[in-house]
């Protein structure tokens, strides 16, 4: 069922899919115009790299403090993570033996939502190559894997030190989802995982930071870094 809503300027999705796509129904009614950005990101993220590593985590603001100047933490948050990620990928071709190392883009999702607290949190699921990460890792401290490099973006984001923004990001249960260009039912899990982001429940109609994702576009090559 369809209706149109005009505080979202999308039409509301109810049941269980939507343009052949399963739904997580419990969660709905969702914004239509949310699910195609959803899918559209999905899409250019196998474009680019048909074999994809996505992974859900979770950002949350510390407490005591209710003037957080969210959108530009969320836009600090993406470039640092961005700019950590291809460190690393320059370290790894510096140690390859022939200097060559899978490159990889960067594509995202995000909701906005506040908990019983009253403190607001963000949904992410971002995208990367799988042939650079496929897996998020445990956080310790010095140890070099996506999870340490989101905690200190977060940390850089909000200006606290990576030991002071410890807890404020969250890692769900079952947070990796291998999904291949030729592989229908692995984008179909994620999406109906991810279609909680469109809900039009805890969404601030007009907030600019309730719903963003990446926009980056369709790459025709695999990436390589040479050194």
């Not at 992410?124 to 973006?153: P, T």
């Not at 079952?174 to 179909?188: F, G, K, L, R, T």
């Amino acid at each position: 069922m369809e209706i149109y809503d005009r505080t979202f300027r999308s039409k509301i999705i109810t049941g269980n899919s939507y343009k052949g796509y399963p739904l997580m129904e419990s969660k709905g009614p969702f914004v239509a115009r949310y699910l195609d950005s959803i899918i559209s990101v999905i899409d250019k993220a196998l474009a680019v790299h048909p074999r994809t590593y996505a992974f859900r985590f979770d950002l949350r603001l510390p407490a005591g403090s209710s003037n957080w100047p969210e959108g530009r933490l969320i836009d600090r948050f993406i470039a640092s993570l961005k700019g950590r990620i291809q460190s690393a990928r320059r370290r790894s071709a510096r140690a390859a033996k022939n200097g060559r190392v899978h490159d990889t883009d960067f594509h995202y999702v995000y909701a906005r939502e506040v908990a019983s607290t009253g403190r607001p949190h963000f949904h992410f699921v971002a995208f990367v190559n799988r042939d650079a990460f496929n897996a998020i890792g445990r956080y310790c401290e010095g140890r070099d894997n996506l999870y340490s490099r989101l905690n200190a973006a977060w940390a850089s984001a909000l200006d606290l030190s990576v030991d002071e923004a410890v807890g404020l990001v969250h890692i769900p249960k079952h947070p990796d989802y291998w999904i291949d260009a030729d592989d229908e039912n692995s984008v179909h899990e994620l999406v109906q995982r991810v279609s909680y982001f469109a809900k039009t429940a805890t969404k601030r109609v007009g907030r600019r930071h309730s719903f963003g994702y990446s926009r980056g576009r369709r790459r025709q090559r695999p990436l390589v870094i040479r050194v």
